[in-house]
């Protein structure tokens, strides 16, 4: 799908999205927690999907409660036809022996890169107006079915879930699909490994085959990649038969583990930590089902704040000040280029005015480069943003991503050393690609608000990644979209 940004002023009010990171904690803490949970504004993004998919697979049962429950069926999961899927095929043969865990001729099959959709999809998409009102009701704490795990494309999932997976002792293996197959998760297998469990890649990426139990003990884990794997260690290991300690080296995105233990504390779960370095976790523990509130995502409010900054005035809702993801320290770039930042009854006020370059360090809050790359296209001077390192193994080559479709698009964007370098000026316009990354597809969707000839946006449906209606609440403020 193409679709075309043109210049325009926007000026109103939106509520922001439910946070993707904290919906597949919740629904994977839900999950594992006997009894029914509640999760309270719930996300219905395609990575959100993918993690109730999974807890579905594995045993949970979720339902969707609401006052309008009855005009919309609770979306389930349904398998395809195993003639029609290569990954059913090829976890038949794994089922057979055909690539059992620990044979020396054992391999893992070829990504299922071009299965569309995966094995197992959620059917029923919720109407809009359904956002506002629905519960989702998780019974958990048997999370011991059979069947391989579909992450579509949510590299989170398969981080998570792959040590969550690992507890059980039956075999499995974790897909994903398009981009995701492409992305590295070697790092998985060792501390996999000394902690009890088998764990094979297919050299290094997915898919990925477990076989526990995961029974504890001591591991390291290289943390500089990624921290989602030491998240899915943190869910899992209080479950294990003996208390663990995790040993983490070069740990970004700090900010992504507090998100973890703080889900982790609200369903029961304490986990120790020495600064970033150790982390100490007795076992067995029990997960307790409670109410939980999926707040606001800062995410995807970033580039609704930064329209704001670039073409009029946003006022978003629904955001924690004081919230543990990293993408909140959006407001101290927004505060150091001079955007106009204000507080009304509890919403986040951005509202254009004379901006100038800035420097930030990106490194603990990478999803930040692409909001952060359109507002510097408004603000005098040359802007630097540090941590160009952790957007390689993104949706796309972020970095790239960013460099050659701002470029696409006339403006000044570029890459030296570890920095993104943009030299303010407001984009010409043209014809630009999402690369399949939902935050390229945002963030030049922004960018084409604020001046020239607007930006034609090529593969923009992927926002459903993360913020399905982000085109929507941009058009509800004034944006003027065309498809």
Known sequence: MKTFIKPSKIDGRVEAPPSKSMMARAVAAAGLAPGRSLILNPSFCDDARAALGIVQTLGAEVHLESESASHFPLPTVASLPASLSRAGHESRAAAKGECPLGSPNSRLPAASRGIDPPA????????????????????????????????????????????????????????????LAARPVGPVEDPLRSLGAECLTRKGFPPVRV????????????????????SGLLFALPLAEKPSIVRVSALN?????????????????????????????????????????????????????????????????????????????????????????????????????????????????????????????????????????????????????????????????????????????????GAARARGDHRIAMALAVAGLGGGSGIAVDGAECVSKSYPEFFRDLSRIGANIHE
């Not at 949510?154 to 974790?174: D, E, H, K, Y």
């Open 120 to 179: 197992v999809i959620l059917r029923n998409r919720l109407p809009d107006d359904a956002r506002d009102s629905a519960v989702l009701a998780i019974t958990g704490g048997n999370l011991h079915g059979g069947g391989d795990l579909f992450c579509g494309e949510s590299g989170f999932c398969l981080r998570l879930f792959t040590p969550i997976a690992a507890m059980n002792a039956a075999g499995r293996s974790l897909h994903g699909r398009e981009s």
């Open 211 to 230: 076989r526990g139990p995961l029974r504890g003990g001591d591991c390291r884990v290289d943390a500089a990649l990624s921290s989602q794997f030491l």
């Open 253 to 429: 995105s700090k900010p992504y583990v507090e998100m973890t233990r703080r889900v982790l504390k609200d369903f029961g779960v304490v986990i120790e930590a020495d600064g970033n370095r150790e982390f100490f976790i007795d076992a067995p523990q029990n997960f307790r089902p409670r109410e939980f509130q999926i707040e606001g995502d800062w995410s995807g409010a970033a580039f609704l704040l930064v329209a704001g900054a670039v073409a009029g005035r946003v006022r978003i809702s629904g955001l924690d000040l004081e919230s543990s993801q990293a993408d909140r320290h959006i407001l101290d770039a927004l505060e150091d280029c001079g955007a106009r930042i204000g507080h009304a009854g509890g919403d986040v006020v951005v509202e254009r005015t004379a901006m100038r370059a800035f420097h930030f360090d990106a490194v603990d809050c990478p999803d930040l480069f692409p909001p952060l790359a359109a507002l510097a296209c408004y603000c005098e001077g040359t802007t630097r943003i540090r941590g160009v390192h952790r957007l390689r193994a993104k949706e796309s080559d972020r970095a790239a991503a960013l460099a050659g479709e701002f470029s696409a698009a006339g403006a000044d964007v570029g890459l030296e050393g570890d920095m993104l370098v943009i030299r303010g000026r407001p984009p010409a316009g």
